[in-house]
């Protein structure tokens, strides 16, 4: 504002005629003087200073493109970039899933397989099963047999050390005779078996010895029917073929086979005073007690055997 206004009064003061004609008396008279300014400079400074400014115009302009086109380049890059890494991110796990399948196929093969041979071995299990049953069932059947053989020919030694050396003792006609004589007494059928009951009381061992004279042995309790239905036919407790005798805590039938643990009266086998000998109680629980006591009996022999 100061520059524009010196500026006019430098310009009116330069071009004003009258002024120019006035006599240098009127200069002089107690009025100061207008200052004196050069225009041409000022036009220079102004020129630079424009000169300047589009320069750096022109510079910023430059630098802002030139930015702009590394910014785009940079964008670009990185556009490239994160494409790279999503494609190959993507071709991994499209890789990886694959193997998954593959395995999740692998092991879903051998699940099947593995399936496959469980369901063979439990079909050879049970036929396995259904074999021992059946050898289990032979192999009683057949251990009674022998018991029979076994009573027979003891009976026999029996005989024949009763006859001694008496020539008149025919063994024959005494089996004849014992045959006759329990053919007649108190037998009773159960699926194939008959079962006596003695009136009379014996220790374990005499009670054995006249079942075996029968051409039977001490009853087997193998089953809850034939529990039943000797403990509906005897009188009182009474001996069976039970005994630990072979063999200490190791009971057994007098036909070889193992004694069920549920047939057991709760507590027993205990053996408190000796007891090696097994009795079959009122309510069909069997019970050891010592072989020298004295009891009924209940011997058994299947129909064959009885013919």
Known sequence: MVRTIDYQVYTEMETDPQAMEEPATWKTKGVPAKPHF?????????????????????????????MAAET???????????????????????????????????????????????????SQLENV????????????????????EVS?????VRLLQMGG?????????????VRNETANSNWSDLSGHQYYFSS??????????????????LAVVTTEQEQDFIISKMRERSWVGLSDLEEESVWKWTTGEP?????????????????DCGEIKENGKLNDIPCNLRRRFVCEKDNAGAQ
């Open 200 to 217: 009379n009381r014996l220790s374990w061992t005499s009670a054995r010895d006249t079942c075996t004279s029968m051409s039977s042995y």
């Open 152 to 156: 027979r020919v003891s009976l026999q």
């Open 165 to 177: 050396g008496d020539k008149s003792f025919n063994l024959h006609e005494w089996e004849t005779k």
């Open 259 to 275: 004694v069920e643990q549920s047939f057991w009266e709760s507590g027993e086998p205990n053996n408190e005073f000796d007891e």
């Open 72 to 122: 785009r380049l940079l964008r670009a890059e990185q556009a490239k970039v994160q494409e790279n890494y999503n494609s190959s991110a993507i071709k991994s796990m499209e890789a990886e899933i694959e193997q998954t399948q593959s395995k999740v196929s692998e092991v879903s093969s051998k699940m099947e397989n593995l399936q496959r041979s469980v369901a063979e071995m439990s």
């Open 129 to 148: 099963g259904s074999a021992l049953k059946d050898m289990a069932s032979d192999m009683s059947t057949q251990m009674r047999k022998l018991q029979r």
């Open 38 to 66: 050069p225009v041409r400079p000022l036009y220079v400074v102004l020129a630079a200073a424009a000169l300047f400014g589009i320069v750096i115009v022109c510079l910023f302009l430059s630098k802002s493109s030139e």
